[in-house]
């Protein structure tokens, strides 16, 4: 603690210590490089998980084809699916801009347990390593869907017991992440800092951290019994040793059902900083947002059975869930309308990270509302395990979180790195991803509605036109995310240098330097106002 | 133990300073053994009856060991709520559950 800009600190880029170049990045605990060791690593494995989809599509371009084996496409989605969701789409926002930011945003230095952050870094890369290893050894690569669903699960001769192992480490990370934000956020806020002064991103980082912490011991119980089962036969999921198949897709959705909320909450923690920044106004409903999230993880923790509708479950459960799933659309929704009335007469200044937002505010209501209709029990028979469930899931899961993901590292790139990118070119990039998204999974939808089930390696030519439509959106959609990347790879080694404050925030984050010094704030500020405290307005 | 007990009603002193002694302890791994003996008998009976073993013994096991083996008897109020809360949690978890195992 210096006074004032003496000698300023170097930047969290610069290695200061004796370590140099990876070395230096791969032991360091800053929260900042741990959050880009993240996003380095993630975005890695979606872009395998991107070709995975784009050879998938590849094979329905055709009806009938003999490019491939039926196992082969088996294997295909399965692994497409364990990598978006659990190395992608899960760990995705919190772990690269909460590490990065949630102690920028509450005035601190560092998060709770900087030592413990870094080894949930390597917990998530040895359980990404193990489920990867899983393709090529033992039986081969997992067929049974990321769902892992007994008794197949039990009974497939491909290594499903190493690639639930990997499922279960990458457990340890999020559940080690979880502890440290809420720690962080429970004790390292600046004077000042009241729980309703913070950002929104951290009470929705907060309430995903709850979930990480309560949910994934559940998922990891599962797999373990999983595990037991396939060695020892114990027989507690397996029906011919007098075990319940849907007591494991119970267990399974007990967790997986929250997790999809680990995905969209902090998505929508992003989006609810973007918005105020570029409509310039406070965002409408500061606590009505904050409670929401805590009532999505609530609520949103009883829902899980909405996935079993069809599996044989009693018809009374299937009524209660169903009631469920509809309440948990309400807090939803209020988010969406409190974004929509910020931005309403705000003077809004267009800027891609907006474009992007406001992009996953559509894609986000087609997903949340399809949603609704699959939690309707009569429509639920109708479309269960046809592609409208996985057009369903991409809208929310891509759509959203995706989305999310693409608006927040475009708002906090210039932060990040100091340099800013070509926003004609991401305006070029966002029409193909655009058109390319809608054709693919709208098809998708349209083609479940027809009739066409999920996971079919090949399909009939009644569904031909429609697979060729997503065909080709998926070619538009691949097009538009290499254009993407292309333009923030090329800012990050050519581009221009950012200003501290290039798109007038008014958080924490922006009045710090581009890119951040090593300690975030050479004096711990106090806070005296609420987080979206716009001059403009006050005049 | 007894060095260690001063150090305790110093740093935490609505720390009750009586521990209890090795009898107490005696008798709830005795307690327990009971229950898992009564547990083993009744699975043996039918499996109506192992379940309400299971569903009734289990929790009283786990709550005796909670309370005297993992100290909750000499905990503040605070500690009690959050385990309060987690067994609501888990109980609401369970009716869930059985809506659908109950009435299949
Ligand atoms: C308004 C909110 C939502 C509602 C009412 C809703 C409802 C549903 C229902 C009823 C299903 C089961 C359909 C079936 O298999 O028959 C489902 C599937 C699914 N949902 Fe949602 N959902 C919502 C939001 C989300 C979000 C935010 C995500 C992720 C970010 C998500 C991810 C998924 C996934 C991955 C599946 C399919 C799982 C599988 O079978 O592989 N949903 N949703
Ligand atoms: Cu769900």
């Keep these: 603690m210096t006074t004032h800009a003496a000698t300023p600190q170097p930047s969290y880029l610069v290695d200061t210590g004796s370590r140099k170049g990876l070395l230096a990045w791969l032991t360091s605990t800053d929260h900042k490089r741990v959050g880009v060791l993240y996003l380095v690593s993630m975005l890695s494995f979606f872009f395998v998980g991107v070709g995975i989809g ?28 364990v990598i978006m969701i659990f190395l992608f789409v899960i760990p995705g926002l919190p772990a690269v801009f909460g590490n990065f930011f949630l102690p920028i945003l509450i005035g601190a230095k560092d998060v ?14 040895i359980g990404a390593t193990l489920a990867v290893l899983s393709l090529f050894t033992g039986g081969g690569a997992p067929d049974t869907g990321w769902t892992f669903y007994a008794p197949f699960s039990l009974k497939t001769g491909t290594n499903v017991s190493l690639a639930v192992f990997g499922a279960f480490v990458l457990g340890f990370s999020s559940m080690l992440t979880g502890i440290n934000f809420i720690t962080t956020i429970h004790r390292l806020r600046a004077p000042g800092m009241k729980w309703f002064r913070m950002p929104l991103m951290c009470w929705a980082l907060y309430s995903t951290s709850w979930i990480q912490l309560l949910a994934t011991p559940i998922l990891a119980i599962t797999l373990v019994l999983v595990i037991l089962e396939r060695f020892f036969g114990i027989g507690i999921f397996d029906p011919a040793k007098g075990g319940d198949p849907l007591l494991y897709q119970h267990l399974f959705w007990i967790y997986s059902h929250p997790a999809v909320y680990i995905m969209i909450l902090p998505a929508m923690g992003a989006i ?9 106004r406070t965002i409408f409903g500061y606590k009505a947002i904050a409670f929401s999230s805590m009532a999505i993880a609530g609520v949103g923790s009883l829902v899980w059975a909405h996935h079993m509708f069809t599996s044989g479950m009693s018809n009374l459960a299937t009524m209660i869930f ?16 409190n974004w929509v009335a910020t931005l309403y007469k705000g003077s809004i200044d267009f800027q891609p990270p907006l474009l992007f937002a406001l992009t996953f505010i559509f894609l986000f209501a087609i997903g949340g509302l399809t949603g609704v209709m699959q939690g309707a029990l009569a429509i639920n028979v109708h479309i269960h395990d046809t592609y409208f469930i996985v057009g369903h899931f991409h809208y929310v899961m891509f759509g959203g979180t995706g989305f999310a993901f693409f608006a927040a590292l475009l708002y906090w790139f210039p932060k990040m790195f100091g340099k800013m990118y070509s926003k004609k070119a991401i305006y070029a990039a966002w029409f193909p991803m655009f058109i390319g998204f809608n054709m693919l999974y709208f098809g998708m939808l349209i083609l479940g509605m027809m009739g066409m089930p999920r996971r079919y390696f090949v399909h009939l030519p009644q569904f031909h036109t429609m697979h060729v439509v997503a065909t080709v959106g998926s ?36 009045t710090i330097p581009s890119p951040p010094p090593k300690e975030n704030f050479d004096t711990i500020p106090t806070i005296t106002h609420g987080p979206y405290h716009f001059e403009q307005e006050s005049q | 133990m007894s060095e260690h007990a001063d150090l305790n009603t ?35 009976v039918s499996q ?32 009690k709520i959050v385990i309060l809360v987690t067994l609501g949690t888990l109980l609401i978890f369970f009716a869930l559950l059985f809506s659908d195992v109950a009435f299949h």
Aim: proline share 6%; glycine share 8%; aromatic share 18%.
């Design chain 1, 475 to 510: 070619w538009f959609l691949v097009l538009g995310l290499l254009a993407f990347f292309g333009t923030l790879l090329y800012a990050l080694f050519k581009g221009e240098k950012a200003e501290d404050n290039p798109w007038g925030g008014v958080t924490l984050e922006w």
């Design chain 2, 48 to 79: 109506t009856y192992a379940v309400w073993g299971l569903l009734t013994m289990t929790p009283l096991k786990a709550g005796l060991v909670f309370y005297f083996f993992m100290h909750l008897k000499y905990e503040g109020p605070l500690l």
């Design chain 1, 54 to 81: 784009f050879v998938m599509r590849l094979v329905q371009l055709t009806p009938f084809q003999h490019l491939i084996t039926a196992r082969t496409y088996n294997a295909l989605f399965t692994v497409h699916g």
């Design chain 2, 10 to 44: 110093v740093q935490q002193p609505e720390h009750p300073a009586e521990h209890p002694g090795y009898g107490t302890f005696i008798k709830v791994w005795v307690a327990l053994l009971i229950l898992t003996a009564g547990l083993v008998g009744m699975s043996h």
């Design chain 1, 112 to 125: 709770a347990f900087p030592r413990l952050n870094l080894a949930s870094w390597y917990f998530f890369m």
């Design chain 1, 322 to 337: 169903s009631l469920l799933t509809m309440i948990v659309a309400v807090p939803s929704a209020i988010k969406v309308f």
């Design chain 1, 272 to 280: 609810t900083e973007i918005i105020p920044t570029f409509a310039k």
